[in-house]
T-cell receptor, first 113, second 113 residues
Framework: AQSVTQLGSHVSVSEGALVLLRCNYS??????LFWYVQYPNQGLQLLLK??????LVKGINGFEAEFKKSETSFHLTKPSAHMSDAAEYFC???????????FGTGTRLQVFP | NAGVTQTPKFQVLKTGQSMTLQCAQD?????MSWYRQDPGMGLRLIHY???????DQGEVPNGYNVSRSTTEDFPLRLLSAAPSQTSVYFC????????????FGPGTRLTVL
């Protein structure tokens, strides 16, 4: 079975500061890992995904994430936060032997001027 | 393409009432799923379908029914609504499970009194 844990339900940063959102996964088979973003009153949209190619994955809006098998982590980073990055971010895991996508509990990112 | 559409956007029910949340997609996706989103709990999978005529349970299926008679439509039925089903419901679709990107609808906000 697969699961994800997102550390920190709320993260606050200043505009221009580094964004780091943490995600650890559990999977008995090689996982596929995703980060989705949800802006207020909207559905979710894909930021980036890891599908066993490069371990450093670049996504939209300057975000990237690194798959670290030894740490079972897939943390999301952005070098310089922008006010428009304020949203809720969800880490999710799937696998080749399942059709299910399992989400973490989400991290709400606030960006202060 | 309209993508994934959901109706209604908002709904208020009384305990014991039944209703159907509609979901449709025009991308010819085989895989469709329903999630509920509750504060602090992220998105939890209710039911999913890997193609017309095939459905399966997710993490929280109790109190909900689904069917998939066409590729395009995947309605979610609440047979006897309970206050615990107050939530925001999202429908999603993709070409398949596994590593495929899921596309989300805008959500239905349901309140059960």
């Amino acid at each position: 079975a697969q699961s994800v844990t997102q550390l920190g339900s709320h993260v606050s940063v200043s505009e221009g500061a580094l964004v780091l959102l943490r995600c650890n996964y559990s999977s008995s088979v090689p996982p596929y890992l995703f980060w989705y973003v949800q802006y207020p009153n909207q559905g979710l949209q894909l930021l980036l995904k890891y599908t066993s190619a490069a371990t450093l994955v670049k996504g939209i809006n300057g975000f990237e994430a690194e798959f670290k098998k030894s740490e079972t982590s897939f943390h999301l980073t952005k070098p310089s936060a922008h006010m428009s990055d304020a949203a809720e971010y969800f880490c999710a895991v799937s696998a080749a032997n399942t059709d299910k996508l399992i989400f973490g509990t989400g991290t709400r990112l606030q960006v202060f001027p | 393409n309209a993508g994934v559409t959901q109706t209604p956007k908002f709904q208020v029910l009384k305990t014991g009432q039944s209703m159907t949340l509609q979901c449709a997609q025009d991308m010819n996706h085989e895989y469709m799923s329903w999630y509920r989103q509750d504060p602090g709990m992220g998105l939890r999978l209710i039911h999913y379908s890997v193609g017309a005529g095939i459905t399966d349970q997710g993490e929280v299926p109790n109190g909900y029914n689904v069917s998939r008679s066409t590729t395009e439509d995947f309605p979610l039925r609440l047979l006897s609504a309970a206050p615990s089903q107050t939530s925001v419901y999202f429908c999603a679709s993709s070409y398949s499970g596994g590593f495929q990107t899921q596309y989300f609808g805008p959500g239905t906000r349901l309140t059960v009194l």
